[in-house]
Structures are given as C-alpha cells and as structure tokens.
C-alpha cells in the first residue's frame, strides 16, 4: 500500500476518528485505524464496535491495499511534523513507513483482516432534522443520560418521533430531562428508539446549523453523512422506563429563581459541601431561599440567602450539587420555574419562558436530609 496525503488534512480527519477510539479495550485492535487504498481514494475507519465513523479523501502516489495503524501513535506523529506532504507506505509484514522532506519514522502496523467490519446498511427510513433543531435536542438532553455500562438502557437518549413533533428523553436515575419539540419535516415517520448519548455528543460539533440533519435509521443501527465522514451507530435494543408515570404532577410550592445568579450562589456553596456526596440544602419560603452545606469530615461550611418569588408553605430539601449545576445550564434561560412538594419528591424545573412549539421539562431527584 502507497500514498501521499498533506499533513493537514490527515491531521483533519484523524482528530474526528479518535473521538470512537477506547482508552482501553481487550481487544488492540480496536485501538488502531484501517486504512485502505482502492480506486484513488483512501478510507479510514474506526469504531469501539458501538460508534463508527468512516471518512473518505481522494489521495495521491497511490497502490492499493490496507493495513490497521495505531491511532494514538499515529497521531503523535502526525502532529510532530511539519505541514507538508506525507508519503506512507506498508510491506508484508504490516510495517508502516512514514516519510517526509525531514526523514523517515516507522511503526508496527496490524493485519486489516482483524479489523471488524461495519458496513453501511440499507437504509429502511429516514428522519430529517435542521441542524439547529438536532443541536438543540443533543444539548438539551444527553447531557442526563448514565454513564453506567450496566443499565444500557439509560446511557442513550431515547426519541419518540411522532408525524409532527419529537419526544426526547434521557434519565441517570438522579435526573431526568424530557423535552418536546413540535417539527413539520419527519418524512412521516413513527417510531421510537433509544440512541448512544455518545453518538449524539461524538456527533454535534460536526453539523452545520443551517443545513438539514438526515438520519438513517435501520433495524439495528442509525447512520448519518457529514461532509467526508460518514457516522454509524447501534441502537440500544432496551425497554427505556416508564418515565412519564415518574414526573410528579402534584408540586403546587412554586419558586421563580434567576439562572445565572442562582447558578453562581450554587457553585459558590458547593465549595463547602462533602466531596462525596457533593450535598447542599435549600429551605425555600416567602422570603425566598437559604442555600447551605456542610462538610463534618473538614469543619467546613457555607450559606446564602437568595432573593426569589416563592409560593407556598416553608421547604427544606437537599440535592446533589453537580446535579443541580448541570440542570440550571441546560435550561439555558434567564429564570425557571422550580416546583416542589415534599423533601423527597423529585424538583420539577422549566424555563420560566418556553419557546414557541417546545416543551422542556427536568426533574432532580432530592438527597435525604442529614437530620
């Protein structure tokens, strides 16, 4: 295998293929990108055997053939250069050489035939979104999907399409962020599925805002083509939980809160709270609400008084302060709605000002007081 290739679109397209490839796996292959030559036209790819992503470039000083290179070290190397053409070569042996005007770097390469193969399935439905519409989905729920491999169910963002609106939902059992979005162009689909937040964070900074997002959607995985790169998907084939029946109806104490300021009194009383458990407690009233933490194991503590509209009869309630931080950013507006019940029901939270044809709710699921 030969071909040349300017370092800075190698460079290009090797910052996005690392973004599937595992820190650390059982299997070494997975570690390494193929590269393949046929036709004028080289292909990478690499995948965690979840995530995909597949590029194409048209190349130079071609010969066909293929080989799997270690990506972390590739990339060092890469990076080193200098910006010029780069000139790759392989033997039998899977010994890839580099060389530039400066001189000639080596590294140990593996077989393609080990590389798992992931192909492009035919397609079976798509749903087109805008950009805009897409990006505002991935930053207003994957940030609440789990990160615990156990409960597969709850690492994804599951969506609802609907013939005029879509449904959103992702939960780590501490929070849950639900978000409704009415949108005209869903090619007439139904269905539901839960998608890998990581496919959705993995995605994000490569959509054009102003252009429309198609996704294929298959039996088995969902697939989408951004400018070179083509991205692949599994689905998580779990029952996502009932989580309409979770979300309490019934919060009749309502606070309004200004978000930034609030989200400032939060970090700030954070500092004093368990390292552990990150606990805060905020007793909200007619005079409106006193953030506080204490942390026995340091003798450390602080409080706050923060002016907010508050309705009903005094609460005491605790939550975890990372969660709570998290949730006030992705409602991203200047107030919200908080609603309450008891000390152990879970806080509904809305933009006090929802947009036109939207619908975000969040739900924080309290901490038991420290009596």
């Known amino acids: 295998m030969k071909f040349s290739i300017q370092k800075k679109d190698l460079q290009t397209l090797l910052n996005?293929?690392?973004k599937v490839v595992p820190l650390r796996t059982t299997l070494p292959i997975l570690m390494c990108a193929l590269f393949e030559i046929k036709k004028q036209e080289l292909t990478i790819k690499t995948t965690d055997l979840d995530q995909t992503i597949i590029s194409k470039k048209k190349i130079t000083n071609e010969e066909d053939g293929s080989v799997a290179i270690?990506?972390?070290k590739l990339n060092e190397i890469i990076t080193a250069l200098p910006n010029e053409e780069i000139r790759f070569s392989t033997n039998k042996d899977n010994l890839v050489e580099i060389n530039n005007n400066q001189g000639t770097y080596k590294i140990?390469?593996?077989g393609s035939d080990e590389f798992p193969e992931k192909n492009e399935?035919?397609?079976?439905?798509n749903l087109v979104l805008s950009g805009e519409d897409f990006i505002d989905i991935v930053e207003k729920t994957s940030y609440a999907a789990s990160k615990d491999d156990?409960?597969?169910a709850l690492t994804g963002v599951y969506?609802?399409?609907e013939l005029t609106k879509i449904t959103a939902v992702a939960t780590d059992g501490h929070k849950l962020v639900k978000f409704e979005k009415e949108i005209t162009n869903l090619n007439k689909i139904e269905q539901a599925i839960i998608i890998p937040s990581k496919f959705f964070n993995i995605l994000k900074n490569s959509i054009n805002t102003k252009e429309d997002v198609v996704i294929n959607i298959n039996t088995d995985q969902i697939l989408t083509k951004q400018k070179e790169f083509t991205f692949i998907s599994?689905?998580?084939k779990e029952k996502f939980p009932d989580f309409n029946s979770v979300i309490p109806e019934n919060n009749k104490l309502k606070g309004v809160l200004n978000a930034e300021e609030f989200l400032s009194c939060v970090k700030r009383?954070?500092?004093f709270s368990n390292r552990t458990t990150k606990q805060i407690v905020a007793t909200f009233n007619a005079d409106g609400v006193v953030v506080s933490a204490e942390d026995i194991e340091t003798s450390a503590s602080g409080k706050e008084h923060f002016m907010c509209d508050f309705e009903g009869e005094e609460i005491t309630t605790s939550y975890n302060a990372k969660y709570l931080q998290e949730v006030i950013q992705h409602i991203n507006n200047k107030k919200i709605n908080i609603y309450l019940n008891t000390p152990l029901t879970a806080a509904v939270l809305k933009p006090e000002k929802q947009k036109e044809k939207e619908n975000l709710t969040t739900l924080l699921m309290p901490l038991r007081l420290n009596v």
């Open 234 to 236: 599994r689905i998580i």
């Open 108 to 110: 140990t390469g593996r």
């Open 150 to 152: 156990l409960k597969p």
């Open 70 to 72: 270690p990506t972390n």
């Open 121 to 125: 399935e035919e397609t079976q439905q």
């Open 16 to 18: 996005e293929h690392t």
């Open 159 to 161: 969506l609802n399409i």
């Open 269 to 271: 009383i954070a500092i």
